[in-house]
């Protein structure tokens, strides 16, 4: 089973700032399996990125994915105020299963 | 637009057999796709259940595979979980989802308590 293990735990940032959030894979993940989604306070998760660096219908261009193999980026270029949540990567295979990081918090600085 | 709605009871017994089902509008689970069921402890991350396709085709988290059974019911465009023997751990937000691996759109998720 592949476990994901995300950093920072919480990214204190100032809105206009640039958001770095990594992933990384205990194996490598198959054709870049990985996503990932926000989450904010009493809400579903929200698809934002799939295959790595897909951006979901809807997704600001603001927010990117890259890396392969065991090292996954999600990159939010300037922080808006509504961009504060927890974000969770995810990986999968070809079946439909997955496993999920712990999560990374972007609070507001 | 897809839309999915989870229901069920919000409190279960320990030793009991919790039991939830997800309404799909807007798509018909026959044309396709996977569709799965993910949980989420009071202040944890997410956990993956387990996925299945309108066949019936199933594929279960490791960790869980020996209390859960997911099923589809294609005349009513709903697919259930069942998860046996429930205990407090078991406590959580359950959300169902569409899935292609990935997992999208989702339910706007149900909290189901273990508690006697």
């Known amino acids: 089973e592949i476990v994901l293990t995300q950093s920072p735990g919480t990214l204190s940032l100032s809105p206009g700032e640039r958001a770095t959030l990594s992933c990384r894979a205990s194996q490598s993940v198959s054709s870049s399996y990985l996503a990932w989604y926000q989450q904010k306070p009493g809400q579903a998760p929200r698809l934002l990125i799939y295959?790595?660096?897909s951006r979901a219908t809807g997704i600001p261009d603001r927010f990117s994915g890259s890396g392969s193999g065991t090292d996954f980026t999600l990159t939010i270029s300037r922080l808006e105020p509504e961009d504060f949540a927890v974000y969770y990567c995810?990986?999968?295979?070809?079946?439909?299963?997955?496993?999920f990081g712990q999560g990374t918090k972007v609070e507001i600085k | 637009q897809v839309q999915l709605q989870e229901s069920g009871p919000g409190l279960v017994k320990p030793s009991e057999t919790l039991s939830l089902t997800c309404t799909v509008s807007g798509y018909s689970i026959s044309s396709g796709y996977y569709w799965g069921w993910i949980r989420q402890p009071p202040g944890k991350g997410l956990e993956w259940i387990g996925s299945i396709y309108h066949s019936g085709s199933t594929y279960y988290n490791p960790s869980l595979k020996s209390r859960v059974t997911i099923s589809v019911d294609t005349s009513k465009n709903q697919f259930s979980l069942k998860l046996s023997s429930v205990t407090a751990a078991d406590t959580a937000v359950y959300y169902c989802a569409r899935t292609r691996g990935w997992f999208d759109p989702w339910g706007q998720g149900t909290l189901v308590t273990v508690s006697s």
């Open positions: 295959g790595a660096s």
């Open positions: 995810q990986q999968y295979g070809s079946s439909p299963r997955g496993t």
